[in-house]
Structures are given as structure tokens and as C-alpha cells.
């Protein structure tokens, strides 16, 4: 036990605490250590879970076998170019700051998955550099991680799904009076340009696109301070229907189409107070042409 603690004390960046301290705070988070004498090749494997449990050896015939029976063929060869001993010696010689870190992941053979993630930890004493290789099993944040990936895959494929329903989307932020484009019309994306306010953008695109006798009500319906007041969990949105301008002098003034515009609540705060809308236009000329208002 003594001897494992003081082999983890060696480890950069807890240089203040005692041996027992470093050793607990490395046990909380990494399962294995291993380290590397660069000069004789050297090393000496420890379970940081079994205190007890020490092996010496050849790094090189460690490292092989690992490779042959530890690791997923196809991460062989890249495990084996950021952990053999020359990979070291070079990093090491190259180190001019104090402290450096290399992170190297793997599969372990089989079925299911198991990810290990080796973090490679160079450090200059006075007598050289120092290499310690740490280990843990991260399947469960990789996993999660795969699931995040995953939900925003999911998410980009309904965007593009919906932009042949909606041809605009917008994602606002009501607390801040921002807004950022998930999808628009070309022109209207060179009309607003960067602009990032919901509100002088709301102004931008009215002033260009509604019909002047649908203006203020498309104005006051989407207002920053309306969508505020009006959207709660259970009234969940506000829509209104306007018409949209021709686009360029030579369209007939009396070519508009009918839009429906909706504002949907996507997240609240405290008491139920709005904090972000997604808001979406939609052609309706097709299905509904009725008389102007």
C-alpha cells in the first residue's frame, strides 16, 4: 500500500497534498497507472482499485500485449503509435514546458462496446522527464456522448424534413430580444443580413414583405413583448395570417400569397415565463385564398 501511494505521488499537478490525498483523488477518477522509465524501458503497471496489485516489466512486451489481446483490432495500429516507448522518448524529448498531456482512446475487444481512455502524462523533474499513463473506462460518457450526437442528427434530419413545410424558421430568444436562423428564404437572409435583434429584424422583414394593411398586426401579434405576455404552457402558441409582398417591380401588385405565421413556445422559466419560441411561416396560398382583410 505505502509503495503505491508513493508511486502515485509522482503524478504532476497535486504536488501540495499528501501522499494519501493524491492517491485518493486519482483513485476517485482513474482505474490504472503505469509508469514508463524511458532511459531502461522499464515500467510498472498498478490497479489504482487494488492497491496491492503492482507488476514490473519490459514496457515494450507490456505494450504488446495489450495490443494483441486488450484492444479492438482496428484500433491496434493508432494505440500502438501514441504509446510505444519511441513515441514517448520523442515527446519527451521535445517537452520544454513543465507539464504536458496526451489523450489516447480505445476500444476493448468483444461485445458490448467498452471504451478505455489513456491519458499519457509527461512531466520534466530534475532528473528528466517523468511518463505515467493513466487509465479509466469512459463507456458510459461515450455513450452519452453518442446519444447527444445522435439527438442533434435526429433534430438537423426533422429541420430539414420540415423546411418543405415551412419555408422559414427561426429560434428566439425572448429574454434577450435575439434570434438566430435555422431556416430562410434567400432573400430574406440578404435583407436582414447579420442583424441578431428579434425586434429591428421583425421591423426589417415586415416593412419589406408584409402587405401594408396586414403590417401592424403582423407587427403587434410577433412583438418581443406580446409573444412574452401570450405564451404559457398551456397556450402554447400564437399564429396570425398575413400577405406576403411580391418579390421584385416586375410582379403583379395583386400576386401576393397568404403566409401563417406561428410563434411556438419551446422552453419557460420561473413562473412559467416564456424563455425561448421557435417561430415558422408557411405558404397557405394553396389551400386557403380568401378575401383580403
Not at 209 to 214: A, C, E, L, Y
Request: glycine share 4%; aromatic share 8%; net charge negative.
Amino acid at each position: 500500500m505505502e509503495r503505491n501511494e508513493a508511486m502515485l505521488a509522482k503524478t504532476p499537478g497535486l504536488g501540495t497534498l499528501s501522499d494519501r490525498e493524491m492517491a485518493a483523488i486519482l483513485r476517485s477518477r482513474f482505474k490504472t497507472m503505469n509508469t514508463v522509465d524511458l532511459a531502461t524501458g522499464a515500467c510498472r503497471w498498478a490497479d489504482l482499485t487494488q492497491p496491492d496489485i503492482v507488476q514490473c516489466g519490459d514496457y515494450r512486451r507490456f505494450l504488446q500485449n495489450a495490443l494483441s489481446s486488450h484492444i479492438h483490432p482496428e484500433d491496434v495500429s493508432r494505440v500502438q503509435a501514441a504509446l510505444s516507448l519511441e513515441h514517448l522518448r520523442e515527446e519527451a524529448g521535445r517537452l520544454k514546458e513543465d507539464f504536458k498531456e496526451e489523450v489516447c482512446l480505445y476500444r476493448r475487444p468483444g461485445e458490448p462496446v467498452c471504451w478505455i481512455e489513456q491519458r499519457i502524462i509527461y512531466s520534466r523533474r530534475d532528473s528528466g522527464v517523468a511518463v505515467n499513463i493513466l487509465g479509466q473506462d469512459i463507456t458510459q460518457e461515450k455513450r452519452q456522448e453518442e446519444d447527444r450526437l445522435q439527438l442533434l442528427e435526429d433534430r438537423e434530419y426533422i429541420i430539414s424534413s420540415l423546411s418543405t413545410l415551412f419555408f422559414s424558421t427561426y429560434y428566439i430568444d425572448l429574454e434577450q430580444n435575439t434570434f438566430r436562423a435555422v431556416t430562410q428564404l434567400r432573400h430574406v437572409g440578404d435583407l436582414l443580413g447579420s442583424e441578431v435583434n428579434f425586434a429591428a429584424a421583425l421591423q426589417i422583414y415586415a416593412n419589406h414583405f408584409v402587405h401594408p394593411d396586414d403590417r401592424a398586426e403582423y407587427l403587434r401579434v410577433m412583438d418581443v413583448e406580446n409573444l412574452r405576455q401570450n405564451l404559457r404552457w398551456w397556450q402554447s402558441y400564437v399564429a396570425m395570417e398575413y400577405r406576403k409582398l411580391p418579390e421584385g417591380p416586375a410582379a403583379p401588385p395583386d400576386s401576393w400569397e397568404r403566409v401563417r405565421a406561428t410563434a411556438v413556445l419551446a422552453r419557460s422559466g420561473a413562473n412559467d415565463l416564456p424563455k425561448t419560441a421557435v417561430y415558422v411561416a408557411q405558404n397557405i396560398t394553396g389551400s386557403r385564398r380568401g378575401p383580403e382583410r
